[in-house]
Each structure stands twice: as structure tokens, then as C-alpha cells.
């Protein structure tokens, strides 16, 4: 029993990362915005909705102690916003400057997170945030098992309403902005309005799983939110397949089961007083499966489905 509530708590975590993957797809398997800020837009998320589920703290602004669902809409707002003003900022440039323009947001964001302390709690992060099914707790198996059904509805509720945009007017015209400016430019599309809009859905889809989270966990502090998630949310999409949404999905099982498979064998081979320092070989395991799969299959496991239109039929093709 044991081991199916591990199971059940791992696949949980690992859904909160498929759906920030499916955030980064729209960005940038469907736009090819490279967003390399993903951490901040995800602490956002979990920041917000925590400060507005927490109980009250006396030394904390926020604590209001509202529903979990309150927290997540709102957390989702935040990020759509944040995404919004950093897309009318940013995405008249080239890709380069996007992805140092999102760095240096993440980072600064995690800045904030650490020494704002009167609103996050500092680097002691924000404790008792409210779980769903929290009455389940003491039954380790029921809650991870019950906390992994709602977050399996979130991922498909994600999944089904991307798939929409994907096969949409709108969704042809992310991908044709993304293959050929300039001739989307000429059919009449207005690209920098099609890569704001795309942006802020993913900022919003990554605030929602940084929501998700939170509340699964129970506890937020700054040292979640580094580059390194960042990294693996990268390597999860890269893997599984950019573009695609099953893809997506499927990278981010994978990723994280290797980063948790290569956590417990380092703690099991280890000492004790080396096995902070032998956390890098998980970054190591990352990127040695990374490039294997690159190698083995360039577009990922699940590469990319492209159809031109639902009455020619579907194509594959390396970009």
C-alpha cells in the first residue's frame, strides 16, 4: 500500500509539471516564443494563490483564507497578466532578447520571492497552505490517490482545450506565424498580436500549475522557483515531443521519473555528507537522457503532427 501511495504522490507531481509543459508548448511548440523565465511564471501562480488561501499571519500580508478554487483563478490571472505586460514589452523583438528579457524576470521574481518578506514569508517560505481533501491526510494512499484523480482533470481539462486552440483558425495562424512571418504577415494575420496572445495563455497555463503545486504540497519557498525547473520543463517538452501535446505530457513522466529514480539511487549510494553535492549527477542523468533522445529521435518521442488541412489528411515532417 505504501508503494501506491508513492506511486500516486509521484504521478501527481509529475502532472504539475506536464501541465507547465503544456504552457511551454503553446509558447513555444506551437508560436516558437522561447521562454526561459517558465520558473518565475510558475511561482507567481503559487505565490498569489497561496497569500490568498493561507490563514491569517500576523507578520504576512495576506492570509484571507479564501477556497482553494478562488486561489487558482486567481493565480491564474496573475500569471496571464504578468504574461501579458511582459509579451507588449517584449515580443516586437527577436527571440533572443525574449529569452534574456524572461531570464532576467524569473530571477528577479525569485529575488522578490526570497526578500519580500512581509508578502512570501522570505526564505523561510509559506507554510499550511491548504491541501485538497485535507480530512484525508492521515490516509496517506486515499489523499494521494484522490488528490492524483483532480489533478489528472486539470491536465485533461488543459489538454482538451489545447487541442482546440491547436486545430483552430487561431492555432493555424500560431503555426504560421511561427514557420513564416512574413507570409502570415501577408495573408492578413497580425503577428505580434498572435504571439501576446499565446504568450499570456501560456503564462496563465504555468500560474495554474504552479497553483496546483502549492496546494498538492502544502509548502512554497523560493528555492522551488530557480532556473533549474526551468531547465527540466525544457527537457520534459524536448523529450516527449515539442508541439505536441501528448508529447508534452509523456516528457514530463518521463523526466521527472528519471529525476526521481537518479534522487533515490544517489541517497541509497551516498553518504550522507556527499550527497548534496552529488545532486548534480540528477542534472547530469537529465541531460545524458536528453541527448540520447535527441539523437534517437531530434522532433522527441511523440514529434509533432502537422496537417494542413482536416480534409488533406495529416503529415509528419522535420522542421
Wanted: overall charge positive.
Amino acid at each position: 500500500m505504501e508503494i501506491l501511495a508513492y506511486a500516486a504522490f509521484f504521478l501527481t507531481v509529475a502532472l504539475t509539471y506536464a501541465i507547465m509543459c503544456l504552457g511551454l508548448n503553446v509558447q513555444w511548440g506551437q508560436t516558437g516564443l522561447f521562454n526561459v523565465g517558465i520558473a518565475g511564471f510558475v511561482g507567481i501562480g503559487a505565490y498569489v494563490s497561496a497569500a490568498l488561501t493561507t490563514p491569517d499571519v500576523a507578520e504576512r500580508i495576506g492570509g484571507f483564507g479564501l477556497p482553494i478554487a478562488v486561489g487558482w483563478l486567481a493565480a491564474m490571472a496573475a500569471g496571464g497578466l504578468l504574461a501579458l505586460a511582459v509579451g507588449l514589452l517584449t515580443l516586437r523583438m527577436r527571440s533572443d532578447y525574449l529569452a534574456i528579457t524572461t531570464f532576467g524576470i524569473a530571477v528577479a521574481l525569485q529575488l522578490v520571492f526570497q526578500n519580500a518578506e512581509s508578502l512570501t514569508g522570505g526564505a523561510f517560505g509559506m507554510a499550511f497552505i491548504p491541501r485538497p481533501f485535507a480530512g484525508l491526510q492521515g490516509q496517506a494512499f486515499a489523499f494521494n490517490v484522490i488528490n492524483l484523480a483532480l489533478t489528472a482533470a486539470v491536465v485533461l481539462v488543459c489538454y482538451l482545450l489545447l487541442e482546440h486552440l491547436l486545430r483552430s483558425p487561431w492555432g493555424r495562424a500560431l503555426r504560421a506565424v511561427r514557420e513564416d512571418e512574413t507570409a502570415a504577415q501577408a495573408l492578413g494575420k497580425n503577428p505580434v498580436l498572435l504571439r501576446i496572445q499565446a504568450f499570456a495563455l501560456g503564462g496563465v497555463i504555468m500560474a495554474l500549475a504552479g497553483a496546483v503545486q502549492a496546494h498538492f504540497i502544502g509548502f512554497i519557498a523560493p528555492g522551488n522557483y530557480l532556473p533549474m525547473m526551468t531547465f527540466q520543463v525544457w527537457a520534459m517538452l524536448i523529450v516527449g515531443g515539442s508541439g505536441n501535446n501528448r508529447g508534452a505530457i509523456l516528457g514530463a513522466v518521463l523526466v521527472w521519473a528519471i529525476w526521481a529514480l537518479s534522487g533515490a539511487l544517489i541517497s541509497e549510494v551516498f553518504p550522507a555528507d556527499q550527497q548534496a553535492r552529488a545532486a548534480s549527477l540528477q542534472i547530469v542523468a537529465i541531460g545524458v537522457m536528453l541527448c540520447v533522445i535527441l539523437l534517437w529521435r531530434p522532433q522527441g518521442i511523440l514529434p509533432e503532427v502537422r496537417s494542413v488541412s482536416r480534409h488533406l489528411g495529416r503529415r509528419n515532417k522535420d522542421r
